[in-house]
């Protein structure tokens, strides 16, 4: 099937800090979404992107759209203790319903 | 807020046996899918309905795995027989098609 790749895989940080996080794919995709998973939980959506060159933010996250439309990227900013969980990507085709999710990356922000 | 609701949230059955899931998506959501995950391979589809008809069932085991959306407040997955490699969290998502999916909370499967 489709694979994502995030990296990087697993993130330590300060809080306090920012966060950079990227997902790549080998085909291209109409949209993009960012979702968060904390542990017992379901991802929940964050940020969708659905234009090329789009930069979204949503609070101290902001999302990019990459020009070639394989690839996203997400900050945080300040990073704080309850950011701690897995980040997930997601690419949709258009006409398509199904999201490809990436691999995930954990993020743990040491207080 | 409006939230997907699955059940049971835990679900430990012996090997062979039947297991439902199952799934009331959000009111006026016309996209419901069924995911899976596990740690080696991470989120993967297994089926979706749209106005509850299925479109994609390409990634369920056909021989033991069934999804039905009996009603629109209901999706339902079922195993059977199961077996240990189905040991996984099986998330429904439901949504307007391009919009973004609302996840349930999962539910937790551990066949022994």
Redesign the interface.
């Known amino acids: 099937g489709q694979q994502l790749n995030q990296s990087p895989q697993s993130m330590f940080i300060q809080e306090g800090e920012d966060v950079s996080m990227n997902c790549t794919s080998s085909s291209i995709f109409n949209t993009w979404l960012w979702y968060k998973q904390d542990p017992g939980e379901g991802p929940v959506l964050l940020i969708a992107l659905y234009k090329a060159g789009e930069l979204t933010s949503n609070g101290r996250l902001t999302a990019q759209f990459g020009i070639t439309r394989k690839d996203s990227f997400l900050n945080i900013s300040a990073s704080i203790p309850s950011d701690v969980g897995i980040y997930f990507c997601a690419g949709q085709r258009t006409g398509a319903n199904n999201l490809f999710f990436g691999t995930g990356t954990r993020l743990t922000v040491i207080p | 807020d409006a939230r997907?609701t699955q059940t049971p949230r835990h679900k430990v059955t012996e090997m062979g046996q039947e297991v439902t899931m199952r799934c009331q998506p959000i009111l006026g959501h016309n996209?419901v899918?069924w995911?899976r995950q596990t740690m080696m391979q991470?989120?993967?589809?297994l089926a979706?309905f749209?106005n509850r008809a299925p479109?994609?069932d390409s990634?369920m085991p056909k021989d033991r795995f069934s999804a039905e959306m009996p009603d629109a407040t209901l999706a339902t997955l079922k195993i059977q027989p199961s077996e240990p490699r189905d040991s996984a969290v099986y998330?429904c998502?439901s949504g307007l098609?391009?919009?973004?999916?609302?996840?349930?909370?999962?539910t937790r499967l551990t066949v022994v």
């Open positions: 997907v996209t899918f995911y991470g989120l993967e589809l979706y749209r479109l994609d990634g998330f998502a098609a391009s919009y973004g999916y609302t996840f349930g909370s999962g």
